[in-house]
């Protein structure tokens, strides 16, 4: 007698089922009792029996289930399921085949039961199939929240300014956030982590290395980022908080950055680090235009006393200067080109001249002399003033290059005073180089078209930084006595300020050095203009 027509009757007292089922009794009784749900169904889908946990995940009465298709009972939404059982057992080769595995979804009455279906055909009794019903609906609500926390979390790390890099005890990449790859310039294949049997430094698909946390820093700064971590004095065990320190670039740049980072513990067993790197380009650079501020404040305040000296000092030389030159030629006119004190007074006319410029560049410092403004093109003052030096002998073995924005907005200035400051440049670069090098000269808008710069550069010597504070002081100069006046630079940084500009200078030695004027851009002309 098969079991499945001892189960196949309904509502037959248990002791008579033991009675029939004999030695299977307790096999009875252990299908009655699993929390699982078991259906016993025919080769024709109709249902054979099912236990009283079947009966609870489907929420259909005992009297409606035995001889019922199973299709109707399991419904419209899980006719996936009929059709894999269908395609199962039109297979010639169904016995050979790995059971059936579907999730499947039950609502009753507004609540949701989620299922694991497994069929089995037991090849022992081909005469029917088994149906196992395991209810999964806990361990989905758990995978769901645990769903949801996990993309929350990676949402954050990934949403953070900050670059966040995790690597095992390995040194091998566990995480690698979008901030990170901005920072170091890396993609994701080169930070992807692969599980991994190998060093995991080299990507087996290829010939090259694959990134290992150590190539993030110079060297031997990984190892020694964890002993910090591993030391009470900088945060607390498994702690670094706030570090200083240089990371390297995809492309061999070092990129500053503020580093806060740990150790991942797992009962007391390291198994992974991990670090916070807050990029600090954008702070410094806020440094140093805050240095830069300051000097050049310092620099107006120190120039403005100055000029005030320069003044009265002029003018109190300008007057006997004059009567000097004027004696001076009486003399020589009444002696004679053959005199013997000819050449003297030659020389004490030639100094006296001298004094003149002077004289001259201390009022142009001082601002006691006056002069029209007007729009002016930068670009066009760039080209007269490599006019006037490129025929000069000191520029006969030099490169002088343009780069020029072809739409540069005009500025309100003096085109003739801002000539003298582009020649002052050019012309200290040519000197500096010794008449042999190259110059760059590059114009362009900043700032939304707001602010027009030029840039001058020459491969020279460069400037010593102990030099670089007093290259815009008054008297100041590096040429030999007699060579210059030293009021070059400090008549262009005064003329600079007086149409509203900044001039900074950059240099190494070694390096060249490259000056910086930027001024403000007149725009209410282009937007009148374009209105016309």
């Known amino acids: 007698m098969r079991i499945a027509s001892v189960l196949s009757t309904a509502n037959r007292d248990p002791g008579e089922i033991a009675a029939e089922l004999g030695p299977y009794h307790y096999l009875h009784t252990i299908l009655e009792g699993t ?6 169904v025919s080769l024709t889908h109709l249902i054979i029996h099912a236990n009283p946990a079947a009966i609870r995940f489907l929420a259909i009465p005992n009297s409606d289930f035995e001889g019922k298709s199973l299709q109707a009972v399991l419904g419209n939404n899980n006719g996936r399921l009929f059709d894999s059982i269908i395609e199962y057992f039109d297979s010639p080769d169904s016995k050979n085949k790995p059971e059936i595995r579907h999730e499947i979804e039950i609502i009753e009455d507004g609540d949701r039961c989620i299922l694991n279906a497994v069929i089995v055909y037991p090849p022992a009794f081909p005469d029917y199939y088994l149906l196992y019903l395991i209810d999964i609906t806990q361990q989905k609500k758990l995978e769901g929240k645990l769903r949801r926390r996990n993309a929350f979390f990676h949402n954050l790390i990934e949403s953070s300014v900050d670059g966040i890099i995790a690597a095992d005890m390995e040194g091998n990449i566990m995480l690698f956030n979008k901030s990170a790859h901005s920072l170091l310039g890396y993609n994701e294949e080169e930070t992807r982590y692969k599980s991994a049997h190998s060093l995991l430094k080299y990507n087996e698909e290829e010939t090259r290395p694959r990134l290992h946390v150590t190539g993030l820093y110079q060297e031997g700064v990984a190892f020694e980022l964890i002993k910090q971590m591993r030391s009470d004095d900088f ?59 300051h000097n050049m404040l310092m620099q107006s305040e120190k120039m403005a006393g100055l000029g005030r000296l320069a ?82 002998p000191i520029f006969h073995n030099i490169t002088v290059s343009m780069d020029l924005a072809e739409k540069l907005p005009p500025i309100y200035g003096n085109a003739i005073r801002l000539n003298q400051v582009v020649m002052n440049i050019i012309v200290n670069a040519a000197q500096a ?55 070059g630079l400090s008549v262009s940084y005064a003329i600079v300020k007086e149409h509203k500009g900044s001039i900074r200078v950059q240099s190494s030695p070694g390096s060249g050095t490259t000056f910086t004027l930027r001024f403000p851009a007149v725009m209410e002309t282009l937007t009148g203009e374009n209105n016309e």
Request: proline letters at 2%.
């Open 35 to 40: 929390p699982n749900g078991i259906v016993v």
């Open 235 to 293: 945060g607390g065990k498994g702690r670094l908080l706030r570090h200083k320190l240089v990371v390297k670039h995809k492309d061999g740049r070092d990129i500053p950055v503020s580093f806060s980072g740990g150790i991942i513990y797992d009962k007391e067993k390291e198994i992974a680090t991990f670090g916070l790197f807050t990029d600090l380009r954008a702070m410094q650079q806020i440094e140093e235009d805050l240095e830069q501020t």
């Open 311 to 392: 003044a009265g000092v002029a003018h109190e030389i300008n007057n006997p200067m004059s009567g000097i030159m004027l004696y001076a030629n009486l003399i020589q006119e009444e002696l004679g080109e053959d005199h013997e004190l000819n050449e003297d007074l030659q020389t004490i006319i030639q100094e006296a001249e001298r004094c003149k410029v002077i004289v001259a560049d201390l009022l142009e410092f001082s601002h006691q002399t006056t002069y029209e403004m007007d729009l002016v093109e930068l670009n066009d003052v760039i080209h007269k003033t490599i006019t006037v030096l490129q025929h000069q």
């Open 433 to 487: 180089m010794d008449g042999h090098g190259r110059i760059k000269i590059i114009s362009r808008c900043r700032a939304n078209q707001d602010i027009n710069e030029i840039l001058i550069t020459d491969s020279g010597p460069g400037i010593e930084n102990e030099l670089l504070e007093k290259i815009f002081d008054p008297f100041f100069t590096t040429k030999a006595t007699g060579e210059g006046t030293g009021l």
